[in-house]
């Protein structure tokens, strides 16, 4: 049977245009650096360098550091005397809210440090414990919680 396009029948694939490995194929956005990536703007990112990661690091701050509260956060910190960048850990338990609420908060706290790295001075270990209202907080609420809590921690080491 031929059909009006002059080929077989749809899906045999004998008139289908034949079809580049997915390798060679590059969208037009890929190709375009109008958008600068994360790597290309300083500050921006959350690098692994710059996270706590370990547990014996984070009960290092909790117990040898000092405290500040904020409304949709508590802040621990503690000066490590070495000269390395800043590290920041997030901790949201499970009393938040299940795992798509925990997410969102991690999201909010980390946008909010990652535009406020000036403000934490090298050798600083700080973590970042969430409240149960920071669930239900503005991404600017945060933001400026951060902008007044991180200088007083750092501060505190002076």
Known sequence: MVFASGCGPPGDG????????????VS??????SRPTCD????SGFPQARRIRKRGDYQAVYHGG????????TV??????????S????TVTRKIGNAAVRNHCKRLLREAVRKNWSLLPD????????????????????????????PQAARRFE
């Open 66 to 73: 000092v405290r500040l509260g904020a409304k949709h956060f």
């Open 40 to 43: 290309s703007l300083p500050g």
């Open 123 to 150: 050798g600083l270990d700080v973590v970042l414990h969430a409240r149960r209202s920071l669930a239900k907080a503005h991404a600017q609420d945060v933001e400026n919680e951060i902008v007044r809590v991180l």
């Open 14 to 25: 004998a008139c289908s245009p034949p079809v580049e490995p997915r390798a060679a194929r």
């Open 28 to 33: 037009a956005s890929a190709t375009s650096s």
């Open 76 to 85: 621990f910190a503690l000066a490590t005397g070495s000269g390395l960048p």
């Open 87 to 90: 590290r920041i850990g997030l």
